[in-house]
T-cell receptor
Framework: DAGVTQSPTHLIKTRGQHVTLRCSPI?????VSWYQQVLGQGPQFIFQ???????GRGNFPDRFSARQFPNYSSELNVNALLLGDSALYLC?????????????FGPGTRLLVL | AQKVTQAQTEISVVEKEDVTLDCVYE???????LFWYKQPPSGELVFLIR??????QNEISGRYSWNFQKSTSSFNFTITASQVVDSAVYFC????????????FGKGTKLSVKP
């Protein structure tokens, strides 16, 4: 079975631009979570979506938004990019939204903001 | 507050040595879940193990073993007879009953295994 897929793998943007990252969960998984990982740190939670509704949000500004589609894939949008948004963005999927579920991660999208 | 501490930033060993990666967690919840993930240079987080707070049984999987002790709030990970392919960053993570479903990660331990 295919794992979590993310696109694109790498992205270079300039300050002030907008970016859209995409994620397809493991087949049968209905929950998608987004994490930001800056160099040398552990991933930080951004959003969780389940059944197309936002179920959780981390401590990130409103420039960050996301949505989930009927096929459970998801997009993460970041507006007005800052240099500090440069990071690895990880998507994870799980069967449901419950904490007991294991989250399986995709390969990530490396975003560089110049 | 919920928190995960991995005090070892970097560890370097020679192949075939045993190595233990430490993880200490903080949570007020009585129901919680602990995880270990491996992150090779490619960047993808690979799931290794999940442990429930009410199951203190230690686990062994091949060269990997995990020691969960609620009394010390620790969930340590040991690699026996390390190999070069074990070189990666290892993350301990916590999810708890009252969370929004998100994982709380430690800062990770970078393990380098030299031939």
């Amino acid at each position: 079975d295919a794992g979590v897929t993310q696109s694109p793998t790498h992205l270079i943007k300039t300050r002030g631009q907008h970016v859209t990252l995409r994620c397809s969960p493991i087949s049968g998984h209905k929950s998608v979570s987004w994490y930001q990982q800056v160099l040398g740190q552990g991933p930080q939670f951004i959003f969780q979506y389940y059944e197309k509704e936002e179920r959780g949000r981390g401590n990130f500004p409103d420039r960050f938004s996301a949505r989930q589609f009927p096929n459970y894939s998801s997009e993460l949008n970041v507006n007005a990019l800052l240099l500090g948004d440069s990071a690895l963005y990880l998507c994870a999927s799980s069967p449901s939204r419950y904490p007991r579920e294991t989250q399986y991660f995709g390969p990530g999208t490396r975003l560089l903001v110049l | 507050a919920q928190k995960v501490t991995q005090a070892q930033t970097e560890i370097s060993v020679v192949e075939k040595e045993d190595v233990t990666l430490d993880c200490v967690y903080e949570t007020r919840d009585t129901t919680y879940y602990l995880f270990w993930y491996k992150q090779p240079p490619s960047g993808e987080l690979v799931f290794l193990i999940r442990r429930n707070s009410f199951d203190e049984q230690n686990e062994i999987s091949g060269r990997y073993s995990w020691n969960f002790q609620k009394s010390t709030s620790s969930f340590n990970f040991t690699i026996t007879a390390s190999q070069v392919v074990d070189s990666a960053v290892y993350f301990c993570a916590l999810n708890y009953g009252g969370s929004q479903g998100n994982l709380i990660f430690g800062k990770g331990t970078k393990l380098s295994v030299k031939p």
